[in-house]
C-alpha cells in the first residue's frame, strides 16, 4: 500500500495528495488489464459490422470504415430465430423457478440444526458433484419417460445444482438460530418460517444462484441438441450454433444476392452479439448481490 503525502496549501484550507510513483504503476497496470478485458467484447463488435476485405486488411483495427449489418441480417433474418428465442425464454421461465425452489427449500432443510438425517442427506447430495449416471443412462431415462422432443427434456433434466446447492445451505447457515427460535414462540411453523424470515434475508445469495441458474438456461444447447428434434423447439443457442456451422459452408444465399461471400468470422461475432446482450442486460440489476453473496456461501460453514 502507497502512502501518499498531504499538503495544505496556505490560507485556503485545500488539502493536495501527492502522486506517487506506486500509483502511476498501479494505475498503468489497471488500465492495461482493463483494455485486455474490455477489448475482446469491442472487437467483437467491430468484427460483426465490418466487411470481410476490411477485416482481411485490418484484422486489429478501431474504427471500420465500411459499416455493414448483414451479418446481423443474416441471423434475424432466419425463420428459425424467433422460435429458439421463444424455446429459450421457456426454458427460463419454467426451468429457473424450478432450480430456485428446489434449491431453496433443499438448501432450507438440511440447514436445520434439528433436522434428523442431514449430515446423510447432505453427503448424498455432494456425491452427484462426482459421480454421474453418465450420458447414455441419461438419455435412456429421458426417452422412456416419452420426454424426447419436448422443451420438458431440457427443463426438467437438471432440478438442482449441487454447487449453487452448497452455497445457498451456507448462507442459510450463518443466519442466528435465536430468529427462528424467536418466530417459533410466536406460533409461526416451518413455511412460515422459510418465507417470511430466511428467504428474505438471503437475498444477495438468492439473487446470485438467480444469475447462474440464468446463465445456464441461457447457454443451454447440448442437451437439446441430444432430446429435441423438432425445428420449431429448438432453443437459441443450438440454434445459432446451426448457423454459425451452416455459414461456414455456405457462400451464396437466395435471401442476400447483394453477399458475393460470406464473411464467417462477421456472423460468428453476430451470433456471440445476440447470444451476450440479454446476460449483460440482466447482470447489473444483481450484481450488487454477486460478490457478497458468493462470499458469505463459500466460506461460512
Not at 59 to 81: A, C, E
Not at 236 to 250: D, G, K
Request: proline share 4%.
Amino acid at each position: 500500500m502507497a502512502y501518499t503525502t498531504e499538503t495544505k496549501k496556505a490560507g485556503t484550507g485545500i488539502k493536495r495528495h501527492r502522486i506517487e510513483k506506486f500509483d502511476v504503476i498501479n494505475v498503468s497496470i489497471l488500465v492495461f488489464f482493463a483494455i485486455l478485458i474490455i477489448y475482446p467484447f469491442y472487437n467483437c463488435i467491430i468484427v460483426s459490422i465490418t466487411t470481410q476485405t476490411e477485416y482481411v486488411r485490418t484484422p486489429f483495427m478501431i474504427f471500420p470504415k465500411q459499416v455493414t449489418f448483414d451479418s446481423y441480417k443474416y441471423i434475424l433474418s432466419n425463420r428459425g430465430l424467433l422460435y429458439g428465442y421463444r424455446s429459450t425464454l421457456t426454458i427460463l421461465g419454467f426451468g429457473v423457478p424450478i432450480n430456485m425452489a428446489l434449491t431453496a427449500c433443499g438448501a432450507f432443510v438440511l440447514s436445520r440444526a434439528n433436522f434428523p438425517g442431514k449430515k446423510f442427506f447432505f453427503f448424498m447430495i455432494v456425491v452427484t458433484m462426482f459421480f454421474g449416471g453418465g450420458m447414455i443412462p441419461t438419455y435412456l431415462t429421458v426417452r422412456d419417460l416419452k420426454l424426447t422432443n419436448t422443451l420438458w427434456s431440457v427443463i426438467l433434466l437438471h432440478g438442482m445444482n449441487t454447487f449453487y446447492f452448497i452455497l445457498c445451505r451456507n448462507y442459510m447457515n450463518s443466519i442466528p438460530e435465536s430468529m427462528e427460535e424467536s418466530a417459533k414462540m410466536d406460533g409461526a411453523n416451518d413455511i412460515t418460517i422459510m418465507l417470511r424470515i430466511i428467504l428474505p434475508l438471503c437475498k444477495p445469495i438468492l439473487a446470485t444462484i438467480l444469475l447462474f441458474y440464468s446463465v445456464d438456461r441461457w447457454n443451454e444447447w447440448f442437451w437439446a441438441m441430444l432430446f429435441i428434434r423438432k425445428d420449431t423447439l429448438i432453443p437459441l443457442q443450438a440454434l445459432l450454433r446451426n448457423i454459425i456451422f451452416i455459414s461456414l459452408y455456405e457462400t451464396k444465399d437466395a435471401a442476400f444476392d447483394s453477399i458475393e461471400i460470406f464473411f464467417g468470422d462477421g456472423i460468428k461475432m453476430a451470433v456471440i452479439m445476440v447470444t451476450m446482450l440479454p446476460i449483460m442486460l440482466f447482470y447489473p440489476f444483481v450484481q450488487k448481490y454477486f460478490v457478497r453473496g458468493i462470499m458469505i456461501g463459500a466460506i461460512k460453514a
